[in-house]
Nanobody
């Protein structure tokens, strides 16, 4: 059973930084892509970034490009999201996601999910 446990969320001022972590377990992820989605109140879940676990190729959503960096530590089975230059509109619950690499990367309803971690950016 795949388990994803996020951590690292919190309250930060605009312009600040946070690093989210996601501890993944339950299987080998060599044929998976792990990533991050976020959901703000009243909005749909949005793709943020993803990385293929074996090769490491990265993809970013529009909101993340240039400010967020996704990375992984295969030895620790841990996924990261470094978020810089945070804006109030980045406020959301951030979810870790794992899905087979053949599955559509940005579809917000597929794969395995963590419980989410709240990120709040104050102005």
């Amino acid at each position: 059973q795949v388990q994803l446990v996020e951590s690292g969320g919190g309250l930060v001022q605009a312009g600040g930084s946070l690093r989210l972590s996601c501890a993944a377990s339950g299987r080998t992820f060599s044929d998976y892509r792990l990533g991050w989605f976020r959901q703000a109140p009243g909005k749909e879940r949005e793709f943020v970034a993803a990385i293929s676990w074996s090769v490491g190729d990265k993809h970013y959503g529009v909101s993340a490009k240039g400010r967020f960096t996704i990375s992984r530590d295969n030895a620790k089975d841990t996924l990261y999201l470094q978020m810089n230059s945070l804006k109030p509109e980045d406020t959301a619950v951030y979810y870790c996601n794992a899905r087979q690499i053949i599955v559509t990367m940005t579809e917000p309803s597929l794969g395995y999910w963590g419980q989410g971690t709240q990120v709040t950016v104050s102005s």
